[in-house]
């Protein structure tokens, strides 16, 4: 599924398959499903959830959320995003699935979740990323 979206809020579900998205200026929604998704989320403030497989995010311009289903990752295997574009003065981190946050780490630019990679974020050091950990949104 190729997705090219325009200036509305748009809220969009990935599929089966690997999905490829471009959002416009809204304020999006996207939620990458199965595959190997690449999300740019435009302009905007945009929530994006790569989902099983190996993800691509950019959040683009505006305030982004980057949000991990954590009932996701607890199944073994390769279910992590690589965010290019983790701007921290702006973008956050959000992890649902009820669990303590004490079970989310990070070294160097990875974040884990129970020592299983969730996310790469591209471009930042260390201590960006530790503290993205420690503001992010838990639900």
């Not at 809220?11 to 690997?18: E, F, S």
């Amino acid at each position: 599924m190729n997705h090219k979206l325009g200036k509305e809020s748009d809220q969009v579900y990935g599929g089966l398959k690997a999905n490829k998205a471009k959002l416009g200026r809204g304020h999006d929604h996207m939620y990458g499903g199965d595959g190997h998704d690449e999300i740019d989320g435009g302009r905007g403030h945009d929530y994006l959830v790569g989902g099983h497989g190996i993800d691509i995010l950019t959040g683009g311009k505006g305030k982004d959320e980057f949000g991990f289903e954590l009932a996701i990752h607890s199944i073994k295997g390769k279910h992590y995003s690589i965010i290019k574009d983790f701007n921290p003065r702006q973008d956050g981190l959000c992890f649902t699935g009820g669990y303590d946050p004490s079970v989310i780490t990070s070294k160097g630019n990875k974040v884990y979740f129970m020592d299983d990679l969730i996310a790469k974020l591209q471009n930042t050091t260390a201590d960006v990323v530790a503290k993205a950990v420690a503001d992010a949104t838990f639900m």
